[in-house]
């Protein structure tokens, strides 16, 4: 008889288990969905000050001459675009323009690149990657040497500068900075996945403990809370970030998913370039778009059918209660003759039809800064 299947872990997990989150399996991990709860943690984010283990996410790092060429012939976005010390977000997709992943892609030397992949698809990414390998490129799989921080919240600017006392220049919004800690190399890049301002910061697996510890206690001036995949789920969500799996898969490409502004058809040929050139010269049929519940609903969740009239026209591919809006929302991709703004739908939840409409993107307007 086989028991359950054992779980990866973060070189944070112990830490979440004293701290008393609440642990989840999360596409083969054991990571806190929640410590004080979800609503709790999101104002945090919102209003103050949280920070996310997302050591789970995996780190590939790709040097040499011929790095750039290669990435820029795998990835959508333009890698030429980049000085030493930029990043940008970035898809990675199949011959038919599907995507197999969304990340980012930091420059961190002339010919030096990180990237920072989604937990689930490390495997899939690596060997996709590794089986369209370019001579003169040097390319390593280095996510089990790494752990990941995320600090986020309007507060994040101030707990960087009473960090480092001012010994370093925050970066800019998108910029990464490499500092050498201890004799061990971090790299801490202004960027998030809440809408708000924040710091990944990406440190030696044995040094996460202390990394955590360290933020948490000069953080607790500034309010800081410890948060778990809930709320940076709903926070995502309230900003019409997609969710890899859900919002994004092999199946549907970055224009249906209303993201060309990552996509440069302009540069020289990359995979699945041509499936987009044409895609986007015949229009698409459907439309990644964010919808809001109206009145008194329950929540939405992923998988829940859509109706126009009487018809099912889509599922939901994400919902949540919003915290801050405090009402249900998600996204789907809606056939294009419906997906306006205003477009008044009904979302199935547990049998009955419930009314929602269809709305301009982010669904909240947080206060990112880019001092």
């Known amino acids: 008889m086989s028991g359950a299947p054992i779980l990866k872990q973060t070189p944070l997990h112990d830490e979440h288990v004293r701290l008393g989150a609440k642990m989840v399996d999360f596409g083969g991990w054991s990571m806190p969905v929640q410590y004080s709860g979800i609503i709790d943690e999101h104002h945090a984010v919102r209003s103050k000050l949280g920070i996310f283990d997302i050591s789970h996410m995996g780190q590939f790092f790709a040097e040499g001459p011929g790095a750039l060429a290669w990435l820029n012939s795998l990835l959508t976005n333009n890698v030429e675009r980049l000085s030493v010390g930029e990043c940008q977000y970035t898809f990675l997709l199949n011959d038919a323009g599907g995507v197999i992943d969304d990340l980012i892609v ?3 030397g002339e010919q030096n690149y990180l990237l920072v992949v989604n937990a689930a698809k490390i495997d899939e990414d690596f060997a996709w990657m590794k089986s369209h390998l370019a001579p003169d490129v040097v390319f390593e799989n280095r996510s089990d040497d790494h752990a990941g921080l995320a600090v986020q919240g309007p507060r994040s600017a101030l707990l960087f500068d009473a960090f480092f006392q001012g ?3 925050r970066p800019a919004r998108n910029e990464i900075l490499r500092l050498e800690i201890d004799g061990d190399t971090y790299y801490i890049a202004r960027t998030g996945y809440t809408g708000e301002d924040g710091f990944e910061v990406f440190c030696p697996a044995n040094r996460a403990v202390k990394s955590w510890n360290d933020i948490l206690r000069k953080g607790s001036e500034f309010e800081i809370k ?11 969500l309230e900003m019409c970030y997609p969710l890899n799996g859900s919002d994004l898969s092999p ?26 050139a044409k895609q986007k010269q015949e229009g698409v049929k459907r439309r990644l778009v964010p919808f809001k519940m109206v009145g008194a609903c ?12 009487d018809r099912k026209i889509t599922e939901t591919t ?4 919003s915290p801050t ?14 997906a306006r703004i205003n477009e008044q739908i009904e979302i199935e939840i547990r049998g009955k039809r419930f ?15 880019s001092a």
């Open 106 to 108: 930091y420059r961190i």
């Open 298 to 309: 329950p929540p939405p969740r992923s998988h829940y059918a859509v109706y126009k009239g």
């Open 318 to 321: 994400s919902g949540s209660l």
């Open 167 to 169: 010994k370093y220049s």
């Open 325 to 338: 809006l405090k009402i249900g929302i998600g996204m789907a991709y809606i056939p294009t003759e419906f």
């Open 355 to 369: 009314p929602a409409v269809i709305e301009k993107k982010p669904l909240h307007r947080a206060g990112t800064t």
């Open 251 to 276: 199946e549907t490409t970055p224009i249906e998913a209303g993201l060309s502004i990552f996509v440069d058809l302009n540069k020289p040929k990359f995979i699945g370039k041509d499936a987009l």
């Open 226 to 236: 410890p948060c778990g995949l809930g709320a940076r789920d709903t926070l995502r």
